[in-house]
């Protein structure tokens, strides 16, 4: 043994096989059981490891799954409890090795180990201040895995379930290799969101635009310099031609359809650079574009007339000719910019998660190679991505979506998708989201899911995703230097997202009918 390896406190020994990645732990006694969560250190041959306790196992020796007969049980007990000095009862424990401890400690370095801690090594609880060194770097630290230039501010997001003094954060900077927030519904996704968006906004001036699909956010109690809320809507002139050929449903095969809708389009392009049209909301673009195909005798253009109708008709009231066509004026660098989709249906909610989607990779991609574009990163929360970026079925937003999942790192776009159907989710897009804050999901296949496009994510810890409750949250991904169950920070100033109160409604507007029933009878008194 090379070094010394206390921590806190001695909490068991090293039992059975062990292996590099994880080894089980028999507790000394079955009344102060570590939780799932906790931390702890032992003594390999290669020095010290730091691990996680992923699984507690409680048993005993009597009491074993063949007694059948109840007064078998009451005769055991009885004898256990007049002998206490020799309890048969034991605890066990499942700990996945994360790190060697010294790097970890020292340069906040994960190495895993290659050598296990062997049977009979006693184990303790990690120190505090190892705790801290590890899990709250001080804002504006440097990652020394990534190095001076990728490293980067850490911001909290709450704080370790075992240890609730230690603060947990997480790099800002690897974000953009995306997140996934997932739990059931009243889980904590929309309090997760909420934590990290003021975060982001708050502490390092990010940009974050969130696809509110419920009205749930408001300004996250940020000043009013801080927040941005452009209208729910598209201006036409800014949409791509595939973008109008997506709205209008134009199969692929009606290449007819689509040669009639490209001409009409470039025709009234050209019409609106040489200033031989203005267009307003009484009468836009896609009014223009029905005009065109209208006088148009070729093959095609009925077709495509009526499916342009379609589009006014489905997206008219998301389609406004005062939406700024400068994408800074419409979502502001350095805000918290929030769209509110509340009043939207899925198609209209679809093609503005889309446009935008689309418009920042495309313009992040031009400001890298020199052309212009949006001049910052940013963050972009995409909420009911089950809805919105669906496992069957094709979206715009779930194109690109997929597109950024791919793409955006490169470009400073990173991808926040949120839902309560893991399962539901578009497989390609949840395994490209390298960091996921899990909160508490129930049903099996869903847990599955979310394993499967988990790496890090071990069948044990998988397991206490149903005992978690709202806010509790297991965090894994590059962003953060090691897995961890945590307490999400409360954001107090989330609009709304609970349950709603049925009986003090009810209750209210009965007591608004009393009062406007008196009040008729006051004014007919008064007449006579």
């Known amino acids: 043994m090379s070094v010394p390896c206390e921590g806190e406190r001695a909490i068991g020994w090293i039992v059975g096989e062990s292996t590099p990645r994880t080894s089980v732990v028999l507790f000394r006694d079955d009344v102060s059981v570590p939780q799932v969560g906790t931390y702890v250190v032992a003594e390999s041959q290669a020095g010290c490891v730091f691990g996680m306790v992923e699984s507690v196992t409680a048993g005993n ?7 059948t007969s109840p007064a078998s049980v009451e005769g055991l007990i009885r004898t256990i409890k007049e002998n206490p000095s020799v309890s048969p009862s034991y605890v066990k424990g499942v700990i996945r090795w994360l790190s060697v401890k010294d790097r970890l400690a020292r340069e906040g370095v994960v190495e895993l180990p290659k050598v296990p801690p062997r049977p009979g090594v006693e184990v303790y609880s990690a120190s505090r201040d190892l705790l801290m060194r590890v ?32 603060e947990y954060s997480i790099n800002a900077n690897r974000l953009t290799r995306h997140l996934a927030i997932l739990a059931v519904t009243g889980g904590g996704k929309s309090n997760t969101v909420c934590v990290l968006g003021r975060q982001l906004v708050s502490a390092l001036g990010g940009t974050v635009v969130i696809f509110d699909m419920h009205g749930e956010y408001g300004s996250l109690g940020l000043d009013r310099d ?10 036409p002139l800014m949409m791509s031609f595939g973008e109008l050929l997506e709205l209008a449903k134009v199969p692929e095969n009606a290449t007819n359809q689509q040669r009639a809708l490209r001409l009409a389009f470039d025709r009234v392009w050209e019409e609106y650079r040489r200033n031989r049209l203005q267009f307003t909301d009484d009468h836009t673009f896609v009014d223009a574009l029905l005009e065109a195909l209208k006088e148009d005798d070729e093959e095609g253009a009925r077709g495509a007339y009526n499916r342009v109708v379609d589009v006014k008709d489905n997206y008219g009231d998301v389609l406004s000719h005062g939406v700024p066509d400068n994408l800074e004026k419409v979502i502001v660098p350095g805000k918290l910019n929030v769209f509110d989709l509340s009043e939207a249906d899925e198609n209209a909610a679809d093609a503005i998660v889309s446009h935008y989607i689309r418009r920042l990779l495309a313009e992040r991609k031009a400001w890298k190679h020199g052309r212009g574009g949006y ?42 998708v949120v839902s309560q159907r893991p399962r539901n989710v578009d497989p390609d897009v949840l395994s490209q989201t390298n960091n996921k804050i899990i909160l508490r999901i129930v049903e099996p296949q869903d847990i599955k899911y979310v394993q499967d496009a988990s790496e890090e994510l071990s069948e044990d810890l998988a397991g206490i995703l149903p005992s978690l409750n709202p806010g509790e949250a297991i965090v894994i991904g590059s962003m953060v230097k090691l897995p961890a169950v945590i307490k999400v920070n ?14 003090g409604e009810w209750a209210r507007w009965r007591q608004q009918r009393a009062r406007e029933s008196e009040e008729g009878i006051r004014k007919m008194e008064e007449l006579l």
């Open 61 to 67: 020796r009597l009491l074993t799954e063949d007694v």
């Open 135 to 166: 899990f709250s770097p001080s804002p504006g630290s440097v990652d020394s895995q990534a190095g001076q230039q990728e490293g980067g501010p850490w911001i909290s997001i709450g704080r370790l379930m075992t240890e609730q003094s230690i």
């Open 226 to 235: 801080s927040v941005n809320t452009p209208p729910a809507a598209i201006n």
């Open 375 to 416: 001049p910052v990163p940013a963050f972009v929360v995409v909420e009911e991505a089950h809805v919105l970026i669906p496992a069957r079925g094709q979206t715009l937003t779930k194109y690109w979506a997929s597109r950024v999942a791919r793409e955006g790192r490169k470009f400073g776009l990173g991808l926040i």
């Open 490 to 503: 409360y954001c107090e100033w989330k609009k709304s997202g609970g349950d709603i109160n049925v009986v």
